[in-house]
């Protein structure tokens, strides 16, 4: 048998701590493996500006799929530009198809102006094969801003994962 220490059982807050760890793995796990299925680095984003009302508002939560071949004018697309490191979600307004490539051209429902210049300098169209992350499927509004909350205030997310430590050391099996 392993000694007390201070009246706490060494071999309880080991379990505790490992039970932790393992929520955190699975959640990890859960991750990667819709990554796969989704063909998505990204398969879950959350929007974070106003520029695609009314089909989305700032929170609400996409789901994406990148195994289609072809990407549809009309189709709402999330991207990753060279230099940016927040994805955009935005409406394919223009599609140039050739045999090799798909190029693509965007625009947020909101904004007056197509997105060339949230583009790189001297790009005109997106590549759909290197940017486009995905195609949105599907929506949950307003759950995403904790998401928000989480990633502009630093204290909220040190204090969410002291109270998930916390309440997982507590917890008594």
């Known amino acids: 048998m392993l000694p007390q220490l201070s009246g706490v059982n060494i071999r309880q807050t080991l379990t ?31 929007v974070l500006s106003g520029s ?63 997105d060339l210049d949230l583009y790189a300098h001297r790009q005109y169209y997106l590549d759909r094969e290197q940017e486009v992350i995905g195609s949105v499927k599907a929506y949950v509004p307003w759950v995403g801003y904790v998401t928000i909350l989480l990633s502009e205030n630093v204290w909220a997310k040190y204090a969410l994962l002291a109270l998930m430590g916390f309440f997982q050391m507590m917890q008594r099996e």
């Open 52 to 114: 695609m009302e009314p089909a989305f508002q700032r929170g609400d939560i996409l789901f994406l799929w990148n195994r289609d071949v072809r990407v549809k004018v009309g189709d709402i697309v999330v991207y990753n530009v060279k230099g940016r490191d927040i994805p955009i979600v935005h409406r394919v307004v223009r599609n140039h198809a050739s045999s090799k490539k798909q190029l693509l051209l965007t625009k947020g429902d909101n904004n007056a102006m197509d």
């Open 16 to 46: 505790q701590a490992l039970s932790f760890c393992l929520v955190l793995t699975t959640t990890f796990m859960f991750w990667k493996g819709l990554s796969v299925v989704t063909n998505s680095p990204s398969p879950i984003v959350v």
